[in-house]
């Protein structure tokens, strides 16, 4: 599995964030020097989970389903906000910084710190003007985890790669039909 590093800037530390999660069938919540995030004793894999955020004006969301990464038996989730104005993500002390390109909605790779109950997160939106640390809530749902191809946005790419086949098969006999007809 691929390992991406980004450095953070509270406490001139270094945070990991893996790229890869198993969905847990038992969870339980274990430290280690590089994150706090939880272990599983799911396979390394990428996963869909539930996912709820509660806290700030109301007017800002998640992408849910969200995917679970597991790697190394440890969880991390990608969250994707409703706006690209969100530059960074504080999850237990460390910061966390975007990895969507420029112009998209914001995503961020953080770990997972527990399931079925509220995680406290902080997140640095510039939409007010002045950049600002708001605190939100989210909940991750154990019950929920599934296949990644679950998620609505995988569904769509097999539904666009359908549509490609179709499109393209259609364009060959139409081009067979087309030159028989004119023998």
Not at 89 to 113: A, H, Q, R, W
Not at 146 to 173: D, F, H, T, Y
């Amino acid at each position: 599995m691929k390992k991406v590093t980004k450095k953070c800037f509270m406490m001139a530390a270094t945070a990991t964030i893996l790229m890869s999660v198993s969905a847990p069938a038992c969870l339980t919540f274990a430290g280690s020097a590089d994150t706090n995030a939880m272990t599983t004793d799911k396979e390394d894999g990428e996963y869909s989970i539930q996912v709820d955020l509660e806290g700030g004006s109301g007017k800002a969301s998640v992408t849910s389903p969200t995917i679970l990464k597991v790697e190394d038996g440890k969880a991390y989730a990608q969250i994707q906000w409703s706006s690209s104005n969100y530059d960074y993500m504080i999850v237990d002390e460390e910061k966390y910084l975007p990895t969507n390109e420029e112009g998209m909605n914001s995503v961020f790779e953080i770990p997972v710190l527990t399931m079925d109950e509220q995680m406290p997160v902080i997140a640095d939106t510039t939409a007010m003007g002045a950049p600002r640390e708001i605190q939100y809530h989210l909940t991750f749902y154990s019950d929920s985890i599934g296949s990644k191809s679950q998620m609505p946005q995988e569904a769509a790419k097999r539904v666009v790669a359908v549509a490609m086949v179709i499109i393209v098969g259609g364009g060959i006999l139409n081009y067979f039909v087309n030159k028989r007809n004119r023998c």
